[in-house]
Every structure is written in C-alpha cells, then in structure tokens.
C-alpha cells in the first residue's frame, strides 16, 4: 500500500515511531504474525541513518578510498603499466552514490507494502500511553491509538553551540559529510571515535589534505588498547596530520570558504571544511515522553530494561533512543526479538537480545574487527586468569610493495581460565572487517582456545592466524 495519510482502524496492535532499520524490521516482524501495524517516519527517506547518512554511504566512500590505494598499489607494487594517479571524480560519483540510497528507500517502503505494514508520513509525538499524534507534513494533525507502541526514531549528530565554541556553527556533521558535492581540498575532521577516524581515513586517501584534532594521544580509546596503538600511528604515516591534546576553541570564517580552526595547544589550521564528529544524541525532544511517564537519562536516552520495557507499560525501545550499542544490526535484532515476545507463538514469550559479544568493524584505513572484552576489561573481570595470544605481520598482499606502503595486521585473542576460553578477538589489518563475523560466532558459542587449535587453517589467508596463534 502507499504512504497512508490518516487512521484506517480505531486502534491498532502496535505502531513503531521511526522508520530506520529498528523501526521498520520491528514492524515488519509484528505484520508477519497477523497484526494491524503502522509506522510513522518524519524524514521524507525510509532506513534512517543507516541507509541515508551512516552505514551505507559511508561503505561505499570506504571503498573509493579502498579502491585509489589499490590503483597506486597496481602500478607501484604489481607492476600494471600505464595506470595513471587516481583522480577521483566527487561531484559524479556523489550523484551516483545517491541514486543508490533512493533505491534502498524504495526497497524498504516496498518492503512495508508487501508486509502490509500502513507507512504514515510525518512526525509523532506521545498524546497518551496508548496513543500518539501524527502532524503531517501539511501540518495537519491526526491521533492513533495501539495496545503497544515502540520508540525508534533514533539519534543525530552534536555540534558544539556558538556560544561555547564561538564559530562551531561554521562547521558540517557526519550528515553533512554526505552532502558535500565536491571534495574538500583541505578539512579537518574533530573527534576520535569510529565516526572521525572512518571520514579522516576516506578524505585522506581519496587526495584531501586531512587534519584530525583529538583530545588525548589515541583514537579508538573505547576499544582494546592495542587497536588504537597500531591505528593511531599508521593515520600519520599514511599522511593524516593528528593534532593530539587538543581542542577547538573557536573558528573563524565563512561557510563555503576558508575556514580558520583556532586550538588551545598550537597556530591555527585552515581548512576549507571543518567536520565535527564529537558524538550523538537521541531524538527525543518533543516526543512528549514525560507526559506519558516514560523516563529518559541526562542524556536523554531512553531507559528501558533487558526486554526493551520502559518504564511506561506498552511501550517500548530500540535502537539508538536507547543509548547502548548503537548499530544498525543491534537495533534491527532488538526490534524483531521485541515483536517476537509481543506477537509470536509460545516459544518467544521470553525473547530479548543479549548485548554481550556484539561483533563491530571499524572502516578504518586498514579496517578493525572486534568482539567480546577488551584486555582491560577482561582483566577487571577475570584478573591473573587471563593470557593473552598476539600476531603482528603483514598480510601477503602487501609483499609487492615498498616497505613504506606495508600496512600493519595484528591479531589478538584474550581467553580466561585453564580451558583458555576466548572471550575476546581484536583484528586489525585487510580483511579484518569480514573475517570477524565467522569468529564473533565463536566467542558467541564459549569457544576455547582448543577449538580454533582443531580447526584447520585455511591457507594462505590472513585469518588463518587466528586458528594458529600461539
């Protein structure tokens, strides 16, 4: 069915708010056990950041960047004749890239129809606890009443207000990366969490004098030391100029022309773009939560227990609202297992996503894998019973090319007690983000150290490391 425009029953079983992925794989699971569900999505663009500004569009920029270090390594290091400097042509290849993404749109407002899940454009705010308002992109106004309702709407990108950092304004959000129609020929990107480090690494292969500020000596600091160790070297050796211990402190300028950046620890830096990856926040201003007693943390999170509950009965949850993990797969497991104890047989009346081990890649430059504890972590937790297994070398790939253009690979295990079970695999080096999935199912599983000792290697590969460490 197409886009509906005002209720078609008096009550529904269960409206989602938010049609990125949480949302809509949620909903889409309810219809599948026979209910009247409807989803409401204020953005013109089904699939939410993940599809229109994150996951998606980045990959597919990762793999430009990915694909201009193969084109040097071709003819520097294979020797293939006749290859000229990449030149990457942005304003092109953008158009391309988001036709793309329209496509995915359609795909999934295809995807309700044939669920017959009812697609409400507009936003949604909480009228009662059984009931929201849906102001329609018009600005008229209809209410819709559900036994269950599920908060999906997400987060968005934080910048820093003028009145803070006088000038902050000037600068553009992860969102804006993806609206840029030429690329930047000199930029620096605020931040040293995965969303920074993944844009850094894009803008600076693809040919953009990059500068990353960050506030301590390392990016990645969340993840296990020796990922950020190995990282935050090789960005400068690849020519990223990292400014550590720093901080914006104002920036000067017009958009859309040299902007100056302006730090508490050295001169200025000018950029012709300035991208603040600091964090995000969950969209949940103006949804009426406290009216309807749903309880959200100085964050703004939503707070909700093991069952995605609130603390209002009826609804629910997911996603990015509710501030732990914030991926996509995390979001869309969430969601089904939700609508599985909601709506499904007998089997699922106790269904709900465990957040342990939940695997995740960094498309970084080179790329990371990792699941299960970090070495701190897992000493906090475990103490002297934990050994630690590691492999640093280059993949084979890298041995036709100058010893400058090697990248790194390391490997790491972290296994407790004399079974030496694995409850943690760091990977960084090529391939590390697709050699992950089949070993996050192992930690998922208890494997032991002895397991991937029984298993035969597959040769020559670079995961096969793992299952030989010694």
Not at 110 to 132: C, S, T
Not at 460 to 467: I, K
Request: proline share 5%; aromatic share 8%.
């Amino acid at each position: 069915m197409p886009p509906v425009d005002c209720p078609t029953v008096d009550r529904y079983d269960y409206i989602c708010i938010g049609g990125g992925s949480g949302g809509v794989a949620s909903s889409r699971r309810a219809a599948s056990y026979g209910k009247k569900v409807a989803l409401v999505e204020v953005s013109p663009y089904l699939g939410g950041t993940c599809v229109n500004v994150g996951c998606v569009p980045k990959k597919i920029m990762w793999h430009a960047a990915d694909m201009a270090d193969r084109l040097r390594h071709a003819a520097d290091g294979y020797h293939f004749r006749g290859i000229p400097e990449p030149h990457f042509d942005w304003r092109t290849f953008k158009l391309q890239r988001d036709a793309y993404i329209r496509k995915l749109n359609k795909i999934y407002e295809n995807n309700l129809e044939r669920e017959k899940v009812e697609y409400h454009p507009g936003y949604a705010r909480f009228v009662a606890k059984d009931a929201i308002e849906v102001i329609k992109p018009n600005g008229e106004r209809y209410v819709m009443h559900a036994d269950h309702i599920t908060i999906a709407v997400g987060g968005c990108p934080v910048i820093p207000h003028d009145d803070k950092i006088p000038g902050a304004s000037l600068g553009i959000d992860s969102d804006g990366f993806f609206e840029l129609e030429d690329r930047p020929r000199r930029v620096a990107v605020v931040g040293a969490g995965y969303i920074a480090v993944e844009l850094a690494g894009v803008l600076n292969a693809l040919g953009s004098e990059t500068h990353l500020i960050i506030r301590k000596d390392k990016v990645l600091r969340s993840f296990d030391p020796t990922l950020h160790d190995v990282l935050t070297p090789w960005m400068e050796h690849t020519g990223i100029k990292i400014h550590k211990h720093s901080n914006v402190t104002r920036v000067e300028g017009e958009k859309g022309q040299t902007l100056t950046v302006h730090t508490d620890k050295e001169s200025a830096i000018e950029v012709d773009c300035l991208i603040w990856a600091i964090g995000r926040r969950s969209n949940t201003e103006s949804l009426g939560l406290e009216e309807v007693g749903v309880e959200a943390d100085k964050k703004g999170d939503v707070v909700v227990d093991d069952y995605q509950n609130t603390t209002t009965k009826g609804i629910y949850a997911i996603g990015d609202v509710q501030g732990k993990a914030l991926l996509t797969p995390v979001a869309i497991a969430a969601g089904r297992r939700l609508s599985n104890r909601l709506f499904g047989p007998e089997k699922f009346k106790d269904d709900k996503l465990s957040y342990r081990n939940i695997p995740t890649v960094v498309f970084s430059h080179p790329p990371i894998g990792t699941v299960g504890l970090t070495e701190p972590e897992a000493r906090q937790v475990y103490g002297d019973d934990v050994k630690i297994y590691k492999s640093s070398f280059r993949s084979l790939y890298f041995s036709q090319l100058d010893e400058e253009h090697k990248e790194p690979t390391v490997y790491k295990l972290i296994v407790v007690g004399e079974e030496e079970r694995v409850v943690g695999v760091h990977m960084i080096g090529q391939g590390s983000d697709e050699a992950l999935q089949g070993f996050a199912v192992a930690v998922k599983m208890g494997a032991r150290k002895k397991d991937l000792d029984d298993t035969v290697a597959i040769h020559p590969t670079s995961a096969e490391e793992l299952v030989t460490i010694r």
